[in-house]
């Protein structure tokens, strides 16, 4: 007997606790869904009050198949543009050190001569470098003109179909609320209409 008291203790306070744990769980699951209703509740008075979106250009961007591709295009155009500097410069080089070996043997008027046509090649290739320079930056300027006016296009789309009257830009503004934060939706409307970008090398670079 002595035994089974201390078991019948155990017992009684555990079905005298089991109904308040019980009751404790039920509480924080109905509070929880509340929470969560709630939430849902002020997103869409949020939206229905305020009429406006907000947007992260960079956001669009990082998400965007056609940006990862111009990226990839211009990455390519570039590699190929070095390859094509670096013959020319070892050309360069290997004909800077035969004019410095005939220095000794040639008339300094000779010498003179054959120094400046050797500086006008060498003019030639850092105004080539510097064309280059500018076709990639152009390039890039056009590939994030084409995805800007994807975006504009379905910014205007959501905008009238939502019915907000502006959109802020996420870098300019402090609004944070994820309910009318529409950097994924263009993201992903852009990546549909507008999945990747091909860029070509100019035609006039092509005979250089």
Excluded: C
Aim: hydrophobic share 40%.
């Amino acid at each position: 007997m002595t035994k089974q008291k201390p078991l019948a203790l155990t017992l009684d306070r555990f079905f005298r606790i089991q109904p308040l744990l019980l009751f404790v769980t039920l509480f924080f699951i109905n509070f929880l869904l509340f929470a969560q209703e709630q939430k849902i509740s002020k997103n869409i008075e949020l939206k229905d009050n305020f009429p406006a979106a907000v947007i992260d250009m960079q956001k669009v961007l990082s998400k965007s198949t056609a940006w990862a591709s111009l990226q990839n295009e211009v990455k390519k155009l570039e590699d190929g543009f070095k390859k094509e500097i670096k013959m020319e410069e070892e050309t360069l080089k290997k004909e800077q050190e035969n004019l410095r070996s005939q220095k000794s043997v040639l008339a300094a008027e000779q010498y003179k001569e054959k120094e400046n046509a050797f500086k006008v090649k060498v003019n030639k290739v850092q105004g080539k470098v510097e064309s280059i320079r500018r076709e990639l930056e152009s390039t890039m300027a056009r590939g994030m003109q084409i995805i800007q006016s994807q975006a504009v296009k379905h910014l205007k789309e959501i905008a009238s179909k939502e019915g907000y009257l502006v959109v802020f830009d996420a870098s300019t503004t402090i609004i944070t609320a994820d309910a009318i934060n529409i950097s994924d939706l263009v993201a992903e409307k852009i990546n549909k209409s507008l999945p990747k970008i091909n860029v070509e090398r100019k035609k006039e670079n092509k005979g250089d």
